[in-house]
């Protein structure tokens, strides 16, 4: 069974702060990883997708991926209240005995202070 | 960039009816789509992988009788749930792939049945 795993929150930090949110995953065969922003009762939109080790920077948001370590971050510098959300991680890798290779963690609940 | 229409985004239906909840892409074409229901305060679980011109794959402890699914073009699956019970109120979104976007999110069908 694929898990990836997310602190469920909430994180609270102060307006203009950086978030640090973070993420594990256990299946080693794992390609390619998102992070999904989801404002309550909305859909998921896309961040960022990050397919290599190191880091990939995006206006303010960095997302960082650590195979080795089975470790995927995102870091929103500047925070705004506007970015208090849910922040689910997704990671694709090989199709398992049921179809399924995509799979979100449980989403950490984020809370920008003004 | 790549879009998902779904609709209806808010449906209130009797208990025994059925409801059919329809998810196009728009501008790309998805030989598969993904089915997912979220409840409240809960992560995204996926229900069922959606294939053009084949059977679906449903998710353990998916019941592939009351939620039919049916993909019969390259920009179109549609979700019905059978004879709905008030448990299966819930946030049902609908998702495809399209390289190099990732997965795109339709915006969602909150259905409550009553």
């Known amino acids: 069974q694929k898990e990836v795993e997310q602190n469920s929150g909430p994180l609270s930090v102060p307006e203009g702060a950086i978030a640090s949110l973070n993420c594990t995953y256990s299946?080693?065969?794992?390609?390619?990883f998102f992070w999904y922003r989801q404002y309550s009762g909305k859909s998921p939109e896309l961040i960022m997708s990050?397919?290599?080790?190191g880091d990939k920077e995006d206006g303010r948001f960095t997302a960082q991926l650590n195979k080795a370590s089975q470790y995927v971050s995102l870091l929103i510098r500047d925070s705004q209240p506007s970015d208090s959300a849910t922040y689910l991680c997704?990671?694709?890798?090989?199709?398992?005995?049921?179809?399924?290779?995509?799979?979100f963690g449980p989403g950490t609940r984020l809370s920008v202070l003004p | 960039g790549a879009v998902v229409s779904q609709h209806p985004s808010r449906v209130i239906c009797k208990s025994g009816t059925s409801v059919k909840i329809e998810c196009r892409s728009l501008?790309?074409?998805?030989?598969?789509m993904f089915w997912y229901r979220q409840f409240p305060k809960q992560s995204l679980m996926l229900m069922a992988t959606?294939?053009?011109?084949?059977?679906?794959?449903?998710e353990q402890g998916v019941e592939k009788d009351k939620f039919l699914i049916n993909h019969a073009s390259l920009t179109l699956s549609t979700l019905t749930v059978t004879s709905a019970h008030p448990e299966d109120s819930s946030f049902y979104i609908c998702?495809?792939?399209?390289?190099?976007?990732?997965?795109?999110f339709g915006s969602g069908t909150r259905l409550t049945v009553v």
């Open positions: 501008d790309f074409q998805a030989t598969t």
């Open positions: 997704a990671v694709e890798g090989v199709r398992d005995n049921y179809g399924q290779n995509f799979v």
């Open positions: 959606s294939n053009e011109g084949s059977k679906a794959t449903y």
């Open positions: 299946d080693r065969g794992s390609q390619s």
């Open positions: 990050i397919y290599s080790n």
């Open positions: 998702s495809a792939r399209n390289r190099p976007y990732g997965y795109t």
